[in-house]
């Protein structure tokens, strides 16, 4: 034996992590720093899509536990218990992430978890999150104090509360978070009356709480059954889904409609198709979340390379023999097709030193900083071939040493940045860097919701989206709201029998997304001033298809 080898195991590490209750927003910066660094993700079901996208690639995730009677009859088999998983996964001297629901503290069996890693000496730290609890009701609009901080809280779960914590809280005026399902919250409400509470006490109850999904009631304990009915929320398979109810005198419940700040907003559960790559699509996305808006990016177009590689051969051989005084890019698949070529020939963002580049988008000049370039001009007003064109400069042969721009584009680009720049003084090497080709079809799923009324808005940015969104996926339907980045992009939907609701007021793809919020915002406000509910486009569907204004 070696004399200086321990006389333990070694042991790996757990961190409990919670993930909050279900926006992705709410994680925390250790939560995302542990998971980067985690080899074994053991998560809970309905947390898994969030900390997964910020694990690596190739983290180890075991088989989950399933111990439910409705799982089994489902066919779903029974597994380890996740504590199991947790001290497996440990033991093999790996560092585990252990993610729950909301906070490691409140809910769930961290606990217990954690008492096993203690009791074999297995190492391990707790980073807390947004409790279910206070997330949702921050979520739904509900604090859970007044003004003046008169309320206590008690937080109740519903599953495990004696007859005594019924009683407790029944007979006082505590403000009651109650966790519990959407088919057990009216006899978690009767339970409190009968305990003591009144039935005129206010109360609300949220579902799919901080997610996109999110839907909030207002009642009192006595008249809740009847506003789940009317809302025609019925028994069902899914009644079992997870809900958090806020009882109080002095809570927001009866106040909550001012302070509804999440599912107030403009775009509040739409879905939107962006017919954009993922990449393109970015900051469109982002801003369309901020709205509440789901956002679905398809893709109606492919990049291919030039049919014929001798022109960008040449023209990049000259930008580093020195022809050029500029180089103009106009988008990301510019910069990847001239990135691609200098990785072909060796090359790397120092090839660009003396030579002066522009940039049109942010997304652009990002790509070209990603590639170590940053970009000497960008436009200041419209981001666009004709804004870049206002903030060049005219050649001036004092000034300028050589009187030649490289202009690497898409073959069907338009002329108007060649032809401002010649009209400006300059010779332009107008060259083909990539091809643009119609994409494949989506997945069929996709096709139906795009043609069945399952979104509730698309945009458009260019006439090209236009013909080949309807080229691969077939019209959206008639309920879909139309949004267009500019009259051609409108005209060009309207000739393919689509009716335009929003018309940016300016051709930009921020401009569009926020003309969409302010459309969104018109009909809800007009809906609740009308008396009637708020609604998505989706919800409402009539069968003919959608046609243009005559």
Known sequence: ????????????????????????????????????AADVLIADPQVLDVVR???????????????????KTAGVPALRDTANLVMTAARSGRRVVRAVLGDPGLDGHAADEMLSCATEGITFEVVPGVATAVGVPAYAGVPLRDGKGRADVRFVD???ASATCWAEVGASEVTAVVSTTLDSVVAAAAELVSAGRRPDTPMTVTVAGTTTRQRTWTA??????????????????DGGQPVIAVVGERSAAAQRDPLSWFESKPLFGWNVLVP??????????????????????????????????????????????GRYEWIAFTSVNA????????????????????????????????????????????????????????????????????????????DIATETLVAGLIELGWEVDDVTAYRTVRASPPPAETREAIKGGGFDAVLFTSSSTVRNLVGIAGKPHNVTVIACIGPATAKTAEEHGLRVDVLSPEPSVHKLAEALADFGAARRDAALEAGDPVTRPSERRPGSRRRARS
């Open 1 to 36: 034996m070696n004399p200086t080898a321990p006389n333990h195991p070694v042991h790996g590490h757990v961190t409990f992590l919670g993930a909050g209750p279900g926006d992705p927003g709410l994680l925390t910066l250790r939560a995302v720093e542990a998971l980067a």
């Open 53 to 71: 996208v910020h694990a690596r690639a190739h983290v180890d995730m075991p088989a989950q536990t399933v111990t439910d009677e409705s799982s």
């Open 158 to 160: 519903a599953r495990t």
């Open 220 to 237: 009192t304990l006595g008249s809740l059954a009847q506003v789940l009915k009317a809302a025609k929320v019925l028994p069902s398979p």
């Open 276 to 321: 954009r790559t993922k990449e393109q699509a970015a900051s469109l996305s982002d801003q369309l979340r901020s709205y509440g808006a789901v956002p679905s990016e398809v893709p109606t177009i492919a990049v291919e390379p030039p049919r014929t590689p001798q022109q960008m051969e040449r023209a990049v051989k000259g930008l580093v023999t």
């Open 335 to 410: 910069v990847k097709a001239v990135r691609e070529k200098f990785e072909e020939y060796g090359l790397d963002a120092r090839a660009f030193a003396g030579i002066k580049v522009a940039a049109v988008g942010e997304q652009t000049a990002r790509s070209l900083v990603e590639f170590g370039v940053k970009p000497d001009l960008v436009p200041s007003g419209e981001q666009s071939a004709a804004g870049l064109l206002e903030d060049w400069p005219p050649y001036d042969p004092v000034f300028d040493p050589i009187d030649r721009v490289f202009l690497p584009r898409a």
